[in-house]
């Protein structure tokens, strides 16, 4: 990580295109509270999530509007916040964002959401106007996205609006940044996947590549069983682990044991 002219180092990395365009996000206003705070924080381009933070913290950033829009767009979309998520999950501590989710309107009935877009207070009266935009997906495919999202082992982050959503992140920065004098603190990395190095990152990437597994899981699998293969051979044990359920059992299971087809077999 580089130095400024002072020799201080940055504890938080910014994805540059967080910081364009003229409406106010969360990420803009966690860069006021850093600057009055006096962390220092650089601002480029990122490979891996929108805010990299100190001892593995990466953030991925959403508005509602994006999720709908992964859900009801292109075919690209949920292939690409799953790509989003698995890089998130090369790092120790990741986290999704979901901005305005608590402001939300949910109406089963309909199968939509209303999310706000403008409030203004009423001139010469105590009560306030929200103009919202109507998106025709039900609320439990919303939330089904995100749990999904939650079992894969990303912590969902819930904000009512962007200022809102900066005090939690600034919240998870500043914790981290409270723990600077300890001698194991770590410098946010830039990384596109983890750096194999040894034989026991080598076993942790292969754990971490069964679904709904993240390097800590993996970690924590590996240090209960002993070895990849007694990991694998002790499937039913995993519930041990806390975090680990069900759902992500069946998924391994279905991962392999699943006879394998080729892409080149389909439709033969």
Request: charged share 25%; with cysteine.
């Amino acid at each position: 990580m580089q130095t400024d002219l002072f020799g201080n180092v940055p504890e938080i990395v910014i994805d540059v295109h967080e910081t364009k365009g003229k409406r106010m996000n969360s990420v803009k206003h966690l860069m006021s509270m850093l600057d009055k705070a006096g962390v220092k924080y650089i601002v480029e381009k990122i490979p891996v999530g929108d805010i990299l933070g100190m001892n593995g913290i990466a953030i991925e950033r959403k508005t509602v509007n994006d999720l709908v829009g992964t859900l009801k767009g292109s075919t690209i979309g949920v292939p690409r916040l799953k790509r989003q998520v698995e890089g998130l999950l090369q790092y120790e501590k990741p986290y999704l964002l979901i901005e305005d989710i608590l402001a939300i309107r949910r109406d089963p009935s309909k199968g939509c959401i209303y999310i706000p877009f403008s409030t203004k207070q009423t001139k010469g009266k105590g009560y306030y106007v929200t103009l919202e935009h109507v998106r025709f997906i039900h609320p439990s495919s919303l939330d089904g996205l995100i749990n999904s999202i939650r079992e894969m082992g990303v912590e969902i982050l819930e904000g009512f609006n962007a200022l809102h959503s900066a005090g939690l992140l600034y919240g998870i920065i500043m914790e981290e940044s409270k723990k600077k004098e300890s001698s194991d603190q770590r410098l946010p990395i830039i990384r596109t996947r983890k750096g194999i190095e040894s034989s026991s990152d080598e076993q942790e990437f292969f754990i971490a590549g069964i679904p709904g597994v993240n390097v800590i899981r993996a970690r924590m699998l590996l240090k209960k069983f002993g070895s990849p293969i007694e990991v694998i051979n002790r499937l039913d044990e995993w519930t041990q682990i806390s975090g680990i359920g069900p759902k992500t059992v069946i998924a391994a299971k279905r991962l392999l044991f699943n006879e394998y087809e080729s892409d080149n077999d389909i439709g033969n």
